[in-house]
């Protein structure tokens, strides 16, 4: 039943045009869940995390708390990455001048976590859940197995990671993704009323006081949930405040680095907009966790 899954969805990828003719083979770990209708784009799961989920009538992925880790395969391109300085009318749109200068990073196809990695998947591979809002003491929250795993480091995530032939995202590769094609400081428009709804930030009506389930809110135009807000995610890169004077390692994007920081991306539930948009990026020491330190998987794609 695998071998004919993965027969399908080779042909498919080289079939659809967002792909352009790439040849995929199949993918240690990974489990064919077919296309996204709204993305347009071929979604896998890690059996190794969980459980497949999935579709229903409409082609909507069934998630629970027994839900494996969802990669979506996205498209290689071209993008403009970071913002320039400046003083735009939205008081939460503030670009800094470490979000440029504005350069053209050119991306290889890759997977990356539909959602940001729950308490359950954590708890599933490692036998504990980390997390200060837990099931336990954050009840009074409506907390479940299904909210985004905190209080994980860097360290913690790149150890775990690199047992489960898995991968921080370069940063590049995050704001590429988190940004879904878009040019907008957040993928749900110019302004940060457009979050409204459909992110879970400080400021916005969400409706959560602290982070949200994984599939809460409407997925950007690749299909990822949850980009802005919820829980800040770890990328792989050094992080610097001249990073952008650097050249991107052709393929994933990486900028090679030397430092006692990494990557941070994406904002926290409270956190206001300014924090959540696609540009916007901050440093913290690798052992550094708390509660609004979580993580959204990728992967490269196996060449043979």
Request: hydrophobic residues 30%.
């Amino acid at each position: 039943d695998l071998k004919l899954r993965w027969k399908s969805a080779i042909a498919a990828v080289e079939s659809n045009p967002r792909y352009s003719g790439l040849q995929l083979k199949p993918q240690f770990g990974l489990s064919p869940l077919g296309l996204d209708r709204h993305s347009g784009l071929e979604e896998f799961a890690d059996w190794r995390t969980g459980d497949p989920p999935a579709r229903d009538v409409k082609g909507e992925l069934r998630i629970g708390e027994n839900s494996a880790v969802v990669f979506v395969l996205v498209p290689g391109g071209t993008f403009l990455m970071g913002e320039e300085h400046g003083n735009p009318a939205d008081q939460y749109d503030r670009p800094l001048a470490y979000e440029g200068p504005v350069n053209s990073v050119t991306l290889a196809p890759f997977f990356i976590s539909k959602y940001e990695m729950s308490q359950a998947q954590w708890l599933r591979v490692t036998g504990a859940n980390p997390s200060k809002y837990n099931p336990q003491n954050g009840a009074a929250y409506g907390i479940t197995l299904l909210n985004p795993v905190e209080q994980v480091s860097w360290n913690d995530c790149d150890h775990l990671f690199s047992h489960l032939h898995l991968a921080l995202p370069t940063e590049a590769q995050w704001e590429y993704a988190a940004r879904g094609g878009t040019t907008t400081p957040w993928w749900t428009g110019p302004t940060s009323t457009s979050l409204d709804g459909k992110a879970n930030v400080d400021g916005t009506r969400d409706g959560y006081e602290k982070h949200s389930p994984i599939n809460t809110f409407p997925p950007n135009p690749f299909g990822l949930y949850n980009v802005h807000g919820n829980v800040w995610e770890w990328c792989r890169d050094v992080y610097s405040t001249t990073s952008y004077r650097y050249p991107v390692r052709p393929g994933d994007g990486l900028r090679l680095l030397t430092g006692d920081q990494r990557v941070f991306r994406g904002g926290g539930y409270d956190d206001n907009a300014n924090f959540s948009r696609s540009s916007y990026r901050y440093g913290y020491k690798p052992n550094f966790d708390f509660d609004v330190a979580g993580v959204r998987p990728s992967r490269e794609i196996e060449p043979d």
